[in-house]
């Protein structure tokens, strides 16, 4: 009974609202059919309206718990090796971890129906990001074969989800086509890595992130519609600084707990509290979402292929925080490479959201220089040989400045959305 209903609202709304060319009522209308299925356990995946009031789901809020493991497990080898190659090799894992999260977090603004599909669906990737996590301290060691099973696993299942998706309307099924094809197809080339050894096996995990990461590009052209809703997310990207801002805390707090309270040892664990607070402060308040609109595809994509940056330099200089408050308790330098984990984190930061800003504002205006010229004292202090107190005092104090002056500008001026 339920299913002739569903079919007869479907082709009454096709004719009513294409008739009308009212795209946002049509989408508006399968959304509320989609809310009334009587069925808990299966209801059908339909594209949500772009512009009804969301936030972030009790599932979601689960879901990204369990990428606190993953970012917390690439922080540690970082730690391990703050090295160039360990910094490299941070990098180029976090990607992979951050497009997981990220595909799934477009899917469900787009097609959360919250039934007990959607449900098994996201608890099954989450499995999925516990066991990838557990294998992170693997890859140096040659045995990458679980994190490559575990990541495979959720680009199949982002994929099925998909296909889900296209069963219930032809509007949006070449958006959905493309989306399961890069998943899937990105999926199997992480699974043929398997193949092969050494680094050939890294060029594929390339490759296939290559593929990941075009699939968007590519399928949005596919639908004129908004798959996405914009608070959402918003919101999203939001929770998941959050997350990586938690790593600066945690290492505050083990620090004075771990290594003595020592004034050096409190001291800089004071900074890189303070540190942190900047990035938020700065994040929150002046990072905007106004270029995230389907009317401007390319400030669309910066603005959220460009926190990856923002992510990955957060991370980074927790890290960098931590080998600070290690040095201070011993009274060492803060020298060597140490130095340019914290540094080039920060500026990755900084110039995402300076990259960011440009599109916002379409322009580079006085913010920009300022995001510049800060980095640029950033890196010019990693060559300093300074003691570690000092070290981050004084990264504190460029970021502290930062803050103030666009802060005194926002006072005087609007603040982009």
């Known amino acids: 009974m339920f299913r002739r209903q569903y ?122 990001v516990v066991v990838l996590a557990a294998n992170v301290g693997g890859i140096d060691e040659g045995n990458s074969t679980g994190f490559v099973l575990s990541y495979a696993a959720m680009k199949y299942v982002l994929a099925a989800m998909f296909i889900r998706a296209r069963l219930h ?37 390339a490759l296939a992130m290559v593929v990941l990461m075009t699939g968007p590009v590519i399928a949005v052209r596919s639908y004129e519609g908004v ?13 998941f600084t959050i997350i990586v801002l938690g790593e600066s805390i945690v290492v505050a707090a083990s620090g004075i707990s771990e290594l003595g309270g020592e004034t050096p040892v409190l001291v800089s664990a004071a900074a890189g509290f303070a540190l942190a607070a900047c990035i938020w402060w700065m994040y929150f308040e002046f990072v905007g979402s106004s270029a995230l609109s389907r009317d401007t595809l390319l400030t669309s994509f910066v603005w959220g292929y460009g926190h990856m940056f923002v992510f990955s330099g957060i991370a980074a200089a927790a890290v960098g925080v931590e080998l600070v408050v290690e040095a201070a308790a011993a009274g060492e330098p803060f020298t060597g490479v140490d130095r340019w984990v914290l540094a080039l984190g920060l500026v990755a930061f900084l110039s995402a959201i300076t990259v960011i800003h440009a599109v916002t504002v379409r322009g580079l205006d006085i913010v920009t220089w300022w995001r510049t010229v800060a980095a640029a004292l950033i890196m010019l202090l990693a060559l300093a040989e300074l003691d570690a107190v000092t070290a981050i005092g004084a990264t504190v104090a460029i970021v502290l400045t930062l803050l103030a002056m666009e802060s005194m500008r926002a006072a005087r001026t609007p603040r982009s959305a």
């Open 7 to 128: 079919h007869r609202l479907v082709r009454i709304n096709r004719f009513d609202l294409h008739s009308t060319g009212n795209r946002g009522a049509r989408a508006h209308v399968l959304a509320c059919v989609a809310v009334k299925t009587p069925s808990y356990w299966r209801r059908p995946a339909l594209l949500r309206a772009p512009d009804e009031e969301r936030h972030a789901t009790w599932l979601e809020l689960f879901f990204d718990l369990c990428f606190v493991a993953a970012v917390a497990a690439l922080a540690s080898e970082l730690h391990s090796d703050p090295s160039l190659g360990g910094l490299l090799r941070f990098a180029g894992l976090f990607v992979p971890v951050w497009w997981a999260w990220m595909g799934f977090t477009w899917y469900a603004s787009a097609f959360d129906n919250d039934d007990a599909v959607f449900r098994i669906y996201m608890l099954g990737a989450m499995l999925a």
């Open 169 to 205: 309307a032809s509007e949006w099924s070449g958006f959905c086509n493309r989306y399961a094809a890069s998943n899937a197809i990105g999926a199997t080339v992480w699974l043929s890595s398997l193949a092969v050894m050494g680094s050939g096996r890294y060029w594929l995990w």
């Open 227 to 239: 798959a996405f809703n914009h608070d959402h997310i918003t919101e999203r990207y939001g929770l």
